[in-house]
């Protein structure tokens, strides 16, 4: 299998065990206590002495020239500090940090245009938040509008006034190339059939409850800014804020709050820290920037992919899937933050978990006028779970044969990991069938099948969905560079770091180098390193680094989280046990080899009375350094950092025959909705829900389970009701939770019945792999199949989300139409 | 513009002020009293993070004026604990996992508590209609519904 690489040699030193007393724990969550008291310290609540308040001036236009601007009248108002522009900002500020490569240029404030509703054309610091609000309608900008580019297929042929970055070339295709891995001509040559669809998947996103803001202050003395912010990756790639605000990055101290929340939309924000900055450097005081919700939903970091697709799945008349084939438009909106990274996780499991022998991807990424896209859990993803799972139902109902059955066939066996698949990535390890079987007998498929049969009968229409899904956890950074075609930052590393101290007592502290942004990381870490040293996981106690103290981390994002710390806390607690060890050893006069922690205490094995404490033997270590060999390694104290690496990846082929492993750790979910679709309104009422994930080794199954259900509501949204919807103005229609509807308690259902098969990996310590994404991933194509089932006598065919009822009233009208 | 006064009482303390009129009832917890506990999610009373009770009975504080609120009783979560820590519907909510990020949980245990002292045994149907201002993007509320049942049980000891 040389083209499509090599798997390297695992370097798991801790394997999965049935004995383990805290991974696998429901344990309560560390963090909740003060969060449920009101005491929990996110952005919006940081408070300082002088501190001002910004608000900013956005665009309503989708494509202008900005002609002129006034800004006197919001100058003159009482209590405003500074009224900055796009062209004061060019002077004490570069272009924010970007991953494409040739990058396109995004200003903190727009220069000379707006390129989306919503863009900031000024920004204001204030004595308070209504000052500031007020002095940005007393702004005055001339515009002179540009022609808008919404549609993103119309994008691939803009020209002239229609070009966003003129000085990238006269396009508004940002990037166009064709992938290809394996056979994929001869694969079709081969074909019995070839099934061809369009699929158009919305334009979402993560919208957490809170925004994103930052509290900024430069120290003048010093010159060096401090930024708290609810931002990710600032202990991987922080300093680039340093870099726009053109300070040397260890002139930037980023230190996080809490985030109320991100799904992706907080992995490397950048506007709002470098605007609060360069207002703070501005005004001399510090400045708090949040978010308003309309900031967010028409300017944030984060809108997600929005593409089209012209799929064709190539197959045998036995049911033998062979090739798969898509051309793929991807609207970006007007900026381009993480390059395509998008597409290239998307190329981590676009197969699916089927043995697909060739792929072929033809990309062009378009700029549009709208706001940027960043990531959302999936990060492009779910998008290639929905069209392999659209194109593996439609292959079934071609060949007339039944949906699960035709998955069975083709699934990858239990007996074929590490399986590589085409574009090079690898699947550690899984058990597609045993999670189908397991989903099944939580769906109890038979009862809604007869349910299904007697409400036809009754002129009433319910369906079943079933999808099998990948879960791709633990990215590794080549996913953001792998598309381009001319060099830029091509990392190879995605780390993540701990600090374990055990203090002269005995007590255990942890230092995280990544954020809390409502994920559980102080329960795991707790839970990992209680597993570890034989403690109580109530005596440990956790906290954050700022870049200051920072080890190199990439945070959580691509479900990376509990492996990546899990493997820190392993790397920093082996460490901490070998120095008590061999203290212990010196202390007892024993053989290290002899000697055993349990409990909390070094054993000498076999004799138990001969034991120290981790507290007696911390206090040793602290304070009784002439008791020690004359050893360079005893330093005095108990302490330990560990970088823990990307357990696997290897390099893209320097030819592009494959990609490299960049994203093994292969979780596998199958979600199984049970729909009835009022055909008279378009509602789609869930009935039942059965989801079964398999995430390797689970360290806490409840947080798991929480991650499952949330995940999974969020892709109802997507399947249902979310939108960033442009007029062809290129007004977003939907910029307010009004019309931008998440789902309320009425939409969830009433139940999602979650079940659970861990196949480990044997590539992370214990075996865990990510699970954090993995309910928007599954969930969509799941609906979506499952209200086709649902309108099978009517003939409707759904190739495109969200389904809100105005929608499915229209297919259903369609179909009607077509029937009369 | 003119300032207002007024006098309410937050927590059961006496709070009198000197206020800009449009002042959001919320602002003025957080800013002036710096209770913080109390979120702003969405700005157009969808969400629901910003729920406090007043005069017993939850209220959205973006939607309110601080000058509305003469001689009214303002209880926020940082108000509901009793001496030993938590209220029972706070402890309900970590037994039972009711929350991820945190952001919309002081909102969701102001409600359960008002679900549970109107309703007795509050039936999950009623806590699920009761709870249909309040969002959550984490959660699914699953476990928020089963935090309030278990919060209402606890509160009747
Ligand atoms: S902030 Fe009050 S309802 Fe959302
Ligand atoms: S716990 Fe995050 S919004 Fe509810």
């Known amino acids: ?161 229609a070009v966003l970055h003129p000085e990238r070339g006269d396009t508004n295709i940002a990037l166009e190339r064709t992938l290809s891995f394996g056979p994929v001509e001869e694969d079709f040559a081969a074909a019995d059939l070839v099934i061809e669809r369009r699929f158009r998947w919305p334009r979402s996103g993560g919208q957490p409850l809170e925004t ?12 060096r800014f401090t930024i708290q912010c609810n931002t990710s990756m600032y202990n991987y790639c922080g300093w680039m804020i340093a870099s726009t605000l053109r300070v040397a990055p260890h002139k930037l101290n980023i230190v996080p709050t809490l985030a109320g929340g991100s799904f992706g939309s907080k992995m490397f924000v950048h506007k709002v820290p470098v605007l609060a900055a360069v207002l703070a450097r501005a005004v001399g005081r510090p400045v708090k920037f949040m978010e308003d919700r ?101 292959a079934a109902d071609e060949l007339g044969v039944d949906r699960i059955a035709l998955r069975r066939q083709n699934f990858i066996r239990p007996d074929q990991f590490p399986y590589l698949i085409p574009t090079g990535n690898m699947y550690d390890s899984g058990n597609y069938q045993a999670v189908l079987d397991e989903t099944l007998k939580l769906a109890d498929l038979e009862h809604w099948r007869a349910q299904q049969t007697e409400a036809r009968k009754a002129g009433r229409y319910i369906g079943i969905g079933v999808a099998t899904c990948q879960e791709r956890s633990v990215f590794s950074a080549t996913e953001f560079w792998m598309w381009n075609l001319e060099q830029g930052v091509e990392w ?63 945070g959580p994002g691509g479900s990376r989280f509990t492996v990546m710390v899990t493997g820190a806390i392993v790397g920093a607690a082996s460490q901490i046990r070998e120095k008590m060890l061999r203290i212990a050893a010196h202390l007892m006069e024993a053989d290290v080899r002899d000697l055993a922690l349990e409990d909390g205490a070094v054993h000498v094995k076999g004799v138990p009375d001969m034991k120290m404490s981790i507290a007696e033997l911390a206090d040793k270590a602290h304070y009784y350094r002439l008791s020690m060999p004359d050893d360079l390694d005893l330093t005095s104290g108990l302490d330990a950092t560990y970088v823990y690496d990307h357990p696997v990846t290897t390099l893209p082929d320097p030819d592009e025959r494959h990609m490299g492993i960049f994203y093994p750790i292969m979780g596998h979910s199958c979600h199984i909705p049970v729909v009835e679709v009022d055909v008279e309104t378009g509602q789609v009422h869930f009935l039942h829900y059965a989801a079964v994930h398999d995430c390797g080794t689970m360290v806490n199954p409840m947080t798991l389970e929480g991650h499952i259900r949330g995940g999974t509501v969020n892709g109802i949204g997507t399947a249902l009701f979310e939108e960033f919807a442009y007029d062809e103005a290129g007004q977003l229609t939907t910029a307010l939770w009004t ?20 196949t480990p990996s044997p590539f992370t310590e214990y075996g865990v792999k990510g699970g954090g994404e993995g309910g928007r991933m599954g969930g969509p194509p799941a609906i979506a199949a499952a209200i086709e089932d649902a309108l099978k006598p009517l003939g409707v065919t759904i190739d495109s989300l969200p389904l809100p009822p105005s929608r499915l009233r229209a297919l259903i009208r369609k179909a009607q139409g077509r029937a009369a | 513009m003119a300032q207002v006064s007024v006098s309410f009482t937050v927590n059961g303390r006496e709070v009198t002020a000197t206020v800009d009129p449009r002042t959001l009832l919320v602002h003025f917890l957080r800013e002036e009293l710096k209770l913080t506990g109390t979120h702003v999610g969405c700005d157009t009373s969808q969400c629901g993070a910003c729920t406090v009770h007043l005069d017993g009975r939850p209220a959205k504080s973006c939607a309110l004026l601080a000058v509305q609120l003469e001689g009214c009783a303002i209880t926020t979560i940082e108000g509901v604990a009793g001496a030993d820590g938590m209220h029972p519907m706070q402890s309900a909510f970590k037994e039972h996992h009711g929350l991820q990020c945190g952001f919309c949980t002081p909102g969701m245990v102001m409600m359960g508590i008002d679900i549970a002292s109107r309703h007795d045994a509050p039936s999950e149907e009623t806590i699920r209609s009761e709870l249909e201002g309040n969002l959550c993007r984490c959660t699914g509320y699953h476990n928020i519904v089963r935090s309030i049942a278990a919060g209402a049980q606890s509160m009747r000891g």
């Open chain 1, 492 to 554: 190879t590393s995605s780390p993540d770091g701990v600090s374990v101290k055990i203090d002269p007592t005995g007590k255990a502290f942890v230092t995280l180098h990544s954020p809390f942004w409502g994920n559980s990381p102080e329960t795991v870490a707790a839970q990992v390193l209680a597993e570890q040293l034989t403690i109580d996981p109530a005596d440990i106690e956790i906290t954050y680094s700022d870049t200051d103290q920072g080890l190199n981390s990439t």
């Open chain 1, 294 to 394: 309309i900031d967010n939903t028409t300017s944030c970091d984060n809108h997600a992919s929005d593409r089209v697709y012209y799929a064709k799945l190539a197959l045998k008349r036995d049911g033998t899937l062979l090739s798969l084939k898509t051309r793929i438009i991807d609207d970006y909106g007007a900026f381009l933050q993480f390059g395509v990274g998008q597409h290239g996780n998307a190329l981590s499991q676009c197969v699916g978990p089927y043995r697909i022998n060739s792929v072929e991807v033809d990309l062009a990424a378009v700029l549009t006028n709208k706001c940027q896209q960043g990531a959302y859990r999936g990060f492009g993803s779910e998008v290639a779970n929905f069209v392999i799972e659209r194109l593996v139902d439609a």
């Open chain 1, 739 to 758: 019309d931008y509807l998440i789902p309320t308690i009425k939409e969830a259902p009433a139940d999602i019945v979650v079940g659970h098969v861990e």
């Open chain 1, 212 to 223: 994103v803001g930052a509290v900024a202050s430069f120290d003048e003395g010093a010159g």
């Open chain 1, 1 to 161: 299998m040389s083209d499509r690489g090599h798997i390297p040699e695992s370097r798991q030193r801790e394997a999965p065990r049935a004995d383990l007393k805290w991974i696998g724990r429901s344990m309560k969550r560390v963090e909740d206590p003060r969060l449920l008291v009101g005491k929990g310290i996110y952005t919006d609540d940081v408070n300082l002495p002088e501190m001002a308040h910004a608000a900013v001036l956005r665009s309503p236009h989708a494509h202008a020239r900005i002609v002129s601007i006034d800004v006197s009248r919001a100058a003159a108002l009482p209590g405003v500090l500074c009224v900055m522009t796009g062209a004061d900002a060019a002077k004490v500020c570069d272009p924010l940090p970007t991953w494409a490569s040739p990058p396109v240029l995004q200003p903190v404030i727009a220069d000379d245009r707006v390129r989306h509703v919503g863009e900031a054309v000024a920004a204001v610091a204030a004595e308070d938040r209504y000052i500031a609000e007020d002095a940005c309608e007393l702004i005055e900008v001339e515009y002179e509008p540009l022609p808008p580019v919404v549609d993103p297929e119309e994008a691939l042929t803009s020209t002239g006034d």
